[in-house]
Protein backbone atom coordinates (compact mmCIF):
# COMPACT_ATOMS: atom_id res chain seq x y z
CA UNK A 1 0.00 0.00 0.00
CA UNK A 2 1.40 3.30 -1.13
CA UNK A 3 1.65 6.05 1.51
CA UNK A 4 -1.43 8.00 0.54
CA UNK A 5 -3.65 5.14 1.11
CA UNK A 6 -4.27 3.31 -2.19
CA UNK A 7 -3.21 -0.01 -2.72
CA UNK A 8 -1.95 -0.16 -6.03
CA UNK A 9 -1.43 -3.88 -5.78
CA UNK A 10 -4.88 -4.83 -6.87
CA UNK A 11 -4.10 -4.03 -10.34
CA UNK A 12 -3.19 -1.17 -12.99
CA UNK A 13 -6.23 -0.63 -14.19
CA UNK A 14 -8.06 -0.34 -10.96
CA UNK A 15 -5.97 1.21 -9.04
CA UNK A 16 -6.12 4.14 -12.15
CA UNK A 17 -9.84 4.30 -11.45
CA UNK A 18 -8.98 5.52 -8.00
CA UNK A 19 -5.88 7.80 -8.98
CA UNK A 20 -8.39 9.23 -11.55
CA UNK A 21 -11.25 9.60 -8.98
CA UNK A 22 -9.20 11.09 -6.34
CA UNK A 23 -7.18 13.25 -8.67
CA UNK A 24 -3.63 11.99 -7.16
CA UNK A 25 -0.93 13.75 -8.40
CA UNK A 26 2.76 11.51 -8.83
CA UNK A 27 4.36 8.95 -9.83
CA UNK A 28 3.36 4.97 -10.24
CA UNK A 29 6.08 2.66 -11.03
CA UNK A 30 6.74 -0.90 -10.78
CA UNK A 31 9.72 -3.04 -12.01
CA UNK A 32 8.57 -5.14 -14.49
CA UNK A 33 10.28 -8.73 -16.05
CA UNK A 34 11.29 -8.58 -19.62
CA UNK A 35 8.61 -6.82 -21.55
CA UNK A 36 7.81 -4.77 -24.49
CA UNK A 37 11.02 -6.09 -26.51
CA UNK A 38 13.37 -4.77 -23.70
CA UNK A 39 15.50 -8.35 -23.55
CA UNK A 40 16.03 -7.52 -18.99
CA UNK A 41 14.41 -6.31 -16.28
CA UNK A 42 13.04 -3.11 -16.65
CA UNK A 43 11.04 0.02 -14.51
CA UNK A 44 7.78 1.19 -15.32
CA UNK A 45 6.75 5.11 -15.20
CA UNK A 46 3.41 6.68 -15.29
CA UNK A 47 2.64 10.15 -14.30
CA UNK A 48 -0.28 11.18 -13.00
CA UNK A 49 -1.54 15.14 -13.03
CA UNK A 50 -5.17 15.17 -11.76
CA UNK A 51 -5.24 11.43 -11.90
CA UNK A 52 -4.83 11.55 -15.54
CA UNK A 53 -1.67 10.04 -16.89
CA UNK A 54 0.41 12.14 -19.00
CA UNK A 55 3.36 10.39 -19.79
CA UNK A 56 4.39 6.59 -19.49
CA UNK A 57 8.16 5.30 -20.37
CA UNK A 58 9.99 1.88 -19.57
CA UNK A 59 13.41 2.46 -18.58
CA UNK A 60 16.19 -0.44 -18.48
CA UNK A 61 18.57 -0.98 -16.07
CA UNK A 62 20.64 1.27 -18.09
CA UNK A 63 18.49 4.55 -18.00
CA UNK A 64 17.51 4.47 -21.58
CA UNK A 65 13.94 5.68 -21.79
CA UNK A 66 11.35 3.81 -24.40
CA UNK A 67 7.84 5.23 -24.88
CA UNK A 68 4.77 3.21 -23.72
CA UNK A 69 1.24 3.79 -23.39
CA UNK A 70 -1.18 3.02 -20.38
CA UNK A 71 -3.14 0.48 -22.27
CA UNK A 72 -0.31 -2.29 -23.12
CA UNK A 73 0.92 -1.80 -18.94
CA UNK A 74 -2.81 -2.04 -17.80
CA UNK A 75 -2.76 -5.46 -20.17
CA UNK A 76 0.84 -6.55 -18.92
CA UNK A 77 -0.51 -6.05 -15.39
CA UNK A 78 -3.25 -8.24 -16.22
CA UNK A 79 -1.82 -11.39 -17.67
CA UNK A 80 1.50 -10.85 -16.31
CA UNK A 81 0.89 -9.53 -12.91
CA UNK A 82 -0.52 -7.99 -10.64
CA UNK A 83 3.01 -6.37 -10.37
CA UNK A 84 4.46 -4.47 -6.88
CA UNK A 85 2.94 -0.57 -7.99
CA UNK A 86 4.80 2.15 -5.94
CA UNK A 87 2.93 5.30 -5.67
CA UNK A 88 4.77 8.30 -5.39
CA UNK A 89 2.51 11.15 -5.08
CA UNK A 90 4.26 14.85 -5.98
CA UNK A 91 3.49 18.29 -4.52
CA UNK A 92 2.47 20.50 -7.00
CA UNK A 93 5.06 23.14 -7.64
CA UNK A 94 3.58 26.30 -6.40
CA UNK A 95 3.42 24.36 -2.91
CA UNK A 96 7.36 22.84 -3.35
CA UNK A 97 8.10 26.90 -3.76
CA UNK A 98 9.28 28.29 0.31
CA UNK A 99 8.22 32.13 0.18
CA UNK A 100 9.93 34.63 1.29
CA UNK A 101 8.17 35.80 4.42
CA UNK A 102 6.62 32.40 5.21
CA UNK A 103 6.64 31.56 8.77
CA UNK A 104 9.03 28.17 7.77
CA UNK A 105 11.21 30.28 5.53
CA UNK A 106 14.55 29.93 6.28
CA UNK A 107 17.00 30.68 3.15
CA UNK A 108 17.33 33.24 0.80
CA UNK A 109 14.67 35.11 -0.52
CA UNK A 110 12.51 33.26 -3.02
CA UNK A 111 10.60 35.37 -5.12
CA UNK A 112 6.52 34.66 -5.07
CA UNK A 113 6.69 33.68 -8.67
CA UNK A 114 9.40 32.78 -10.47
CA UNK A 115 9.59 33.54 -14.17
CA UNK A 116 10.00 30.30 -16.36
CA UNK A 117 12.63 30.15 -18.98
CA UNK A 118 12.64 27.41 -22.05
CA UNK A 119 16.11 25.49 -22.19
CA UNK A 120 15.47 23.08 -24.15
CA UNK A 121 13.22 21.34 -26.87
CA UNK A 122 10.20 19.39 -25.67
CA UNK A 123 10.66 15.67 -26.06
CA UNK A 124 7.90 14.50 -28.22
CA UNK A 125 8.35 10.88 -27.83
CA UNK A 126 7.07 11.29 -24.26
CA UNK A 127 3.95 12.60 -25.27
CA UNK A 128 3.20 9.58 -27.27
CA UNK A 129 0.39 8.39 -24.59
CA UNK A 130 -0.77 11.57 -23.75
CA UNK A 131 -4.46 12.55 -25.45
CA UNK A 132 -4.98 15.96 -27.66
CA UNK A 133 -6.18 17.82 -25.11
CA UNK A 134 -3.31 17.28 -22.29
CA UNK A 135 -0.78 17.77 -25.51
CA UNK A 136 -2.99 21.28 -26.19
CA UNK A 137 -2.78 22.61 -22.81
CA UNK A 138 1.12 21.80 -22.39
CA UNK A 139 1.58 23.81 -26.03
CA UNK A 140 -0.55 26.48 -24.67
CA UNK A 141 1.61 26.84 -21.79
CA UNK A 142 4.81 26.40 -23.90
CA UNK A 143 3.78 29.03 -25.98
CA UNK A 144 3.19 31.27 -22.81
CA UNK A 145 6.56 31.14 -21.84
CA UNK A 146 8.96 33.75 -22.83
CA UNK A 147 11.16 34.22 -20.05
CA UNK A 148 9.94 37.05 -18.59
CA UNK A 149 6.35 36.21 -17.47
CA UNK A 150 6.00 35.16 -14.38
CA UNK A 151 4.11 31.60 -13.54
CA UNK A 152 1.22 34.23 -11.98
CA UNK A 153 0.95 36.29 -15.01
CA UNK A 154 1.03 32.86 -17.03
CA UNK A 155 -1.85 31.70 -14.86
CA UNK A 156 -4.05 34.54 -15.26
CA UNK A 157 -3.49 34.68 -19.25
CA UNK A 158 -3.67 31.58 -19.35
CA UNK A 159 -7.73 29.28 -19.58
CA UNK A 160 -6.61 26.91 -17.15
CA UNK A 161 -6.95 26.41 -13.39
CA UNK A 162 -3.73 27.29 -11.70
CA UNK A 163 -3.22 23.91 -10.24
CA UNK A 164 -3.39 22.31 -13.99
CA UNK A 165 -1.05 24.95 -14.98
CA UNK A 166 1.62 24.41 -11.81
CA UNK A 167 0.78 20.71 -13.35
CA UNK A 168 2.04 21.12 -16.66
CA UNK A 169 5.31 23.48 -14.83
CA UNK A 170 6.34 20.87 -12.81
CA UNK A 171 5.92 18.06 -15.65
CA UNK A 172 8.21 20.65 -17.76
CA UNK A 173 10.24 20.86 -15.06
CA UNK A 174 11.19 17.11 -14.88
CA UNK A 175 11.44 16.80 -18.67
CA UNK A 176 14.06 18.93 -18.53
CA UNK A 177 12.55 21.93 -20.99
CA UNK A 178 11.92 24.40 -18.24
CA UNK A 179 13.80 26.24 -15.47
CA UNK A 180 13.05 29.08 -12.90
CA UNK A 181 14.93 32.26 -12.62
CA UNK A 182 13.89 34.95 -9.88
Known amino acids: MSKDGIDASLGLAFSLELFKRY ?6 QAELPRAFGIPRRCKAFLHLARGEVVSVYLEDQH ?3 YSSDKESLCRLDKEKGPF ?6 QVPIAEQ ?6 PNHSGPA ?3 SP ?18 QQKEALYTLLRAINGVRTVEDIKHMLPF ?3 LVDELLRILLELDVIIFSA
Open 23 to 28: QKNGVL
Open 63 to 65: GQR
Open 84 to 89: EWIFLP
Open 97 to 102: LPLAGS
Open 110 to 112: IPR
Open 115 to 132: VPTIISVLPHERLIAWTP
Open 161 to 163: SPD
